[in-house]
């Protein structure tokens, strides 16, 4: 068994195929051909894979029997004992000694017990019976299933239809679901139009489905008219500050350098420019955080992109996917969704859209990003933007794409032109700074009037949220904030606009090191004492590809 520090090399390369043909083979199976479908890669911790697999089974079908597609995942880790590892006797476990490798055919995933009782639509009629949940008037009209993600191990999300009707079934480890569905319930109760929860039962959530149809579908027919960027602000100020005290998921920017390693370790050649990208974004967040405050003060989504808020008729009606509501800053949230739309733009060049359909998502970037430069800091929502796109650049080798090398360079030739437009939004405010008046006195402490809590409740600020003051209170149940997370001592106003703007581009260095996943927990800076950050063990971008609707034997 081939050695590598977190078995990328084995899950990835040629000694896949002995792997599968062993699991394959121990089940009764033959395997005739196999293909690399999904990547979830943690350099120097794990590994996980899913395999597109041509399989027959002669004691099952008969020696003549044609061999059919089969899914299988396998998971490969160092040393520490798996977690949350639920149903395992359904798997192959392979070791040589340092590398360990489970193996098991889909649907029996070991983290998700519940996966293999909603695949089959002869088992998930029983089920959804036993939770007391009817999909259609006709209880006996046939369950059509539809896969529309799985990532092994993670989670997977199923649609169940019978007719019109229908109903998603979201499959997570176990130990998350109770906490999932106290979201929903929450934020249901504040009128945020999240799905409402049907049943829920041993990491099985069943969601009603939303009215609408997703934006990601919205903008790429109708551009701009999908809905209003003032209305997606106030979808996200609509979240209640009553959930300000739950764990902060780290904005993508605290884990640029592992996002980069990542990157590298699969185009090692995009490494200097990977190492230019990550120093911009550093060092131009260390600026922001010597003249504005950077801790949260907002509750966010935490992962808002088009494909997660539903429109209907020109108005937002529906919010998917809160896993990761929290604390956070408005322009993580605005930043998420300008960067997916910006990689979907620029995927138009490859061919993933046609022109007619780019020219929509440009114009629609180009729209909605005024109101929220408005809103929040333009050099802080131009960092962000590129922190999440160098987090999308994963995606391709992850879903093992078609040419995947290069659509991982476009995405991070988007991530530059992200870090390009901060420049010149901070050249901007500079040039805006020189030119005003300065101030007769520099104002003291108490000239300076209280803002609100985070925002979500209790209406919206006219002010950019990295502009405001820290709360003068925050919500209950949440410790107030300190200046403690500051980079430095804010410039004294006596003494004129601070003039530490972004950093140049930097030419590609000589030697070709690529960088290197960060080796400690992310950055602190920013965080409010009592924000605890959320390890859930998922450091992958949530952008999740529709698979085929398979249906296990």
């Known amino acids: 068994m081939s050695r590598t520090q977190d078995g990328s090399e084995l899950l990835t390369g040629p000694g896949a195929g002995g792997l599968l043909r062993s699991a394959v083979g121990n089940s009764g199976g033959v395997l005739h051909s196999w293909q690399l479908d999904h990547v979830d890669h943690r350099p120097g911790r794990s ?67 519940m996966l293999p009782l909603v695949c089959y639509p002869d088992i998930v009629g029983r089920t959804l019976h036993d939770l007391g949940v009817a999909i259609g008037p ?56 999240v799905p409402a929860v049907i049943a829920h039962h041993n990491g099985l959530v069943v969601l009603e489905e939303l009215p609408g149809r997703p934006l990601a579908r919205a903008v790429i027919d109708e551009g701009v008219d999908s809905c209003r960027a003032e209305d997606l602000v106030a979808l996200l100020d609509r979240l209640p500050a009553s959930m300000y005290p739950l764990p902060m998921r780290p904005p993508w920017t605290d884990s640029v350098e592992f996002y980069a390693g990542i990157v590298s370790s699969s185009v090692p050649s995009l490494g200097p420019r990977l190492d230019a990208l990550v120093r911009a974004i550093r060092d131009g967040l260390a600026a922001l955080e010597q003249r504005m405050d950077m801790r949260p003060h907002d509750v966010v989504h935490g992962d808002f992109y088009e494909a997660q808020v539903f429109v209907e008729h020109g108005r937002v009606v529906g919010l998917l996917d809160i896993d990761t509501v929290g604390p956070g800053r408005r322009a993580d949230d605005l930043a998420c969704l300008l960067a997916h739309l910006s990689v979907l733009a620029d995927y138009g060049n490859a061919g993933r859209i046609d022109r007619a359909m780019q ?4 114009t629609a970037i180009a729209t909605w990003s005024a109101p929220f430069r408005e809103r929040v800091d333009p050099t802080e929502l131009a960092l962000r933007s590129a922190g999440v796109v160098l987090s999308l650049a994963t995606g391709p080798h992850r879903q093992q794409e078609a040419a995947w090398e290069a659509a991982t360079e476009a995405i991070v030739r988007v991530a530059e032109s992200w870090v390009d437009e901060a420049r010149a939004a901070e050249s901007r405010r500079l040039t805006i700074a020189r030119s005003a008046p300065p101030p007769a006195s520099a104002p003291g402490p108490s000239a300076v009037p209280p803002a609100p809590g ?19 209170s925050p919500p209950t149940g949440a410790r107030p904030a300190t200046t403690s997370g500051s980079a ?47 390890d859930d063990g998922d450091d992958s971008p949530t952008q999740e590809r529709r698979i085929g609707s398979i249906l296990p034997r």
């Open 488 to 534: 430095g001592p804010r410039p004294d106003p006596s003494q004129g606009p601070h003039t530490a703007p972004l950093p140049p581009s930097a030419p590609p260095r000589a030697a070709s090191r690529p960088p290197q996943a960060a080796a400690g927990p992310p950055s602190t800076a920013g965080r409010a004492p009592g924000v605890q950050p959320r």
């Open 138 to 193: 006709d209880p006996s009209a046939p369950i059509a299933i539809d896969v529309v993600s799985y990532r092994p191990g993670r989670r997977a999300v199923l649609r169940a239809s019978q007719g019109e009707s229908a109903v998603y079934l979201k499959v997570m480890q176990p130990h998350r679901s109770e906490e999932i569905v106290d979201r929903h319930h929450r934020l249901l109760a504040a009128g945020v139009p």
């Open 359 to 362: 020219e929509r998502v440009e």
């Open 47 to 113: 590994t996980k894979a899913l395999y597109r697999t041509m399989v027959s089974w002669p004691e099952l079908d008969g020696p003549q029997a044609p061999a059919r597609e089969e899914l299988f995942g396998a998971s490969a880790y160092i040393g520490e004992r798996e977690k949350h590892l639920y149903v395992a006797e359904q798997t192959l476990v392979m070791t040589d000694g340092d590398i360990n490798v489970r193996v098991w055919r889909y649907p029996h995933d070991p983290w998700l017990p």
């Open 454 to 472: 985070p925002t979500g409740g209790h209406g919206t600020s006219s002010e950019p949220t990295g502009t405001r003051p820290a709360p003068s």
